[in-house]
């Protein structure tokens, strides 16, 4: 983001969009500038600007106001509303200082009267050029602060290594796949990544490919009109269209069933999406990212994801490390985890050096989600004060200095995990009297999740 003089550099070239049916007019524009700073589009009508801006991002444009069809007035008013942030100049011809002044009301950043010399033009467009990189440059700092230190916890090597490469790859429109084991983070990456892009300010779109169930992924991913099929009541845009302009997230992609690969894969080939019972398709523009915890070379070769799909999302991909691969941040993350969760509780806040070894000897095989699980569990247990290591189940303290090993033996122990998970949930639901909204919303897990756990774990009564 920025170049080795400090200067901030833009993560994509300033586009601009010349709408004027004189041909004098774009040859000047053709004249002036190199296109080196700048991607030049033109179109000679409004109709012409209207549909180019569909396809095309535009940073700016300069709008003749008269045009034939739909007038510059009537364009700027059809634009703005849509893509507020298009800076635009108008040109006026003489005496029409008063749609000028209108048209500065109807948003536009400058204009200029016809006829003025070719100097004129280049310094105005500079000077909308220096304001657009004040405005990128912004926004810019705005997404990185929000993520590099709030969102993404973790300074240890491999931590900064992973938010350089978000800062890297995410302005770029590349497909990424992002692997890890369970609870390392990977759709706090995806975030991350969508946060870096361009597309921050449009709809980062989940799709939990584990959770929507195979009758109808189809409908939530595509859409359907009414009376499709039964129960069609109303149509439904889809969760494709839905993230248009911005990222789509598919979480657990391996667990897609082989036929809506299929599918998807046309609507990426194509870049378009057809409703169920729909007669025409719709343009798409979406980013897309993906998240598993399986190895998907493996699943292709054993021929349960398809190998064409799996080149198209993985462009890129990323590794999000394990916890146990990154310990140091094990601190850090439990002062945030404790401070995120118990906001009005001062004295609950602390953790005793003892429990800090305990906890960053463990090796941690539910990653940060295990982590955030048990200090939340402690937490809703009521134990407040400092957090000492009896306070922590069991299985913690009884894991002791094999964090050397890569992988430690916590399989065979992975019973009485569950049996605190399952302590925990109850516990939690009592606090709530039995209120599941809270108990999920408390233990940090989804509301079907919880409804699953409670099937699961065969808790009653509560
Ligand atoms: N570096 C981190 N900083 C703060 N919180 C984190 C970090 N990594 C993960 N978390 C938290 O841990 C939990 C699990 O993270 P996330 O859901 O992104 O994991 P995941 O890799 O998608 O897991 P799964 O494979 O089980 O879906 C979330 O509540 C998330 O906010
Ligand atoms: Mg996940």
């Given at each position: 983001m920025e170049d080795n003089r400090g200067m901030f550099v833009p993560d994509h070239i300033f586009t601009l969009l010349v709408v004027d049916d004189d041909p004098l007019f774009q040859r000047m524009i053709k004249t002036i500038f190199s296109e080196d700073h700048y991607i030049i589009h033109k179109a000679e009508s409004g109709e012409e600007a209207i549909l180019l801006m569909t396809k095309i991002k535009i940073d700016a444009a300069i709008i003749d106001?008269?045009?034939?069809?739909?007038?510059g007035m009537k364009l700027l008013k059809i634009i703005k509303p849509i893509y507020p942030d298009i800076m635009i100049i108008m040109l006026t011809g003489q005496g029409n200082i008063q749609l000028a002044v209108e048209a500065v009301k109807a948003g536009v950043v400058d204009f200029l009267q016809k006829p003025f010399p070719q100097e004129e033009l280049r310094i105005r467009i500079d000077k909308l050029y220096q304001m657009w990189l004040l405005k990128e440059e912004n926004t810019q700092l705005k997404s990185v602060l929000k993520f590099d230190y709030?969102?993404?916890?973790g300074n240890s090597v491999p931590m900064l290594e992973l938010k350089k490469l978000i800062a890297r790859?995410?302005?770029?429109n590349t497909s990424i796949l992002i692997q890890g084991d369970t609870g390392t983070g990977k759709e706090l990456v995806a975030k991350a990544v969508h946060y870096h892009?361009?597309?921050?300010?449009k709809p980062f779109v989940v799709v939990d490919c584990a959770a929507i169930s195979s009758t109808v992924i189809e409908s939530e991913l595509f859409g359907h009109v009414r009376?499709?099929?039964?129960?069609?009541i109303d149509s439904v845009k889809g969760l494709i269209r839905s993230a248009d302009g911005g990222t789509l997230f598919f979480d657990e992609i391996g667990e897609l069933d082989l036929a809506v690969q299929a599918k998807l894969l046309r609507v990426l080939q194509e870049r378009e999406v057809r409703p169920l019972g729909s007669p025409r398709t719709f343009p798409i523009n979406v980013r897309i990212l993906a998240a598993t915890n399986r190895n998907l070379r493996i699943e292709v070769e054993q021929g349960r994801f398809r190998e064409d799909l799996f080149y198209r999302i993985q462009v890129l991909t990323i590794e999000v490390p394990p916890l146990r691969s990154r310990k140091a941040d094990i601190a850090m993350l439990a002062e945030y985890i404790l401070k995120k969760n118990g906001?009005?509780?001062?004295?609950?806040g602390n953790i005793a050096s003892e429990t800090l070894t305990i906890l960053t000897e463990y090796n941690w095989p539910g990653n940060v989600r295990e982590l955030e699980n048990i200090l939340i569990c402690v937490v809703s247990l009521g134990k407040n004060g400092l957090l000492l290591p009896e306070d922590l189940p069991p299985l913690y303290s009884s894991v002791r200095s094999d964090s050397g090993s890569e992988i430690s033996n916590e399989v065979s122990e992975s019973g009485s995990l569950a049996d605190y998970e399952k302590n925990a949930i109850i516990n939690a639901l009592n606090l709530f009297n039995g209120n599941r909204r809270k108990t999920a919303e408390k233990l940090n897990i989804g509301e079907a999740t919880l409804y699953r756990k409670i099937k699961k774990y065969e808790i009653t009564g509560i």
């Open positions: 106001l008269n045009l034939p069809g739909i007038d709030e969102a993404l916890v790859v995410g302005p770029t892009s361009q597309r921050r300010n009376g499709s099929f039964t129960g069609a906001s009005t509780r001062q004295e609950g």
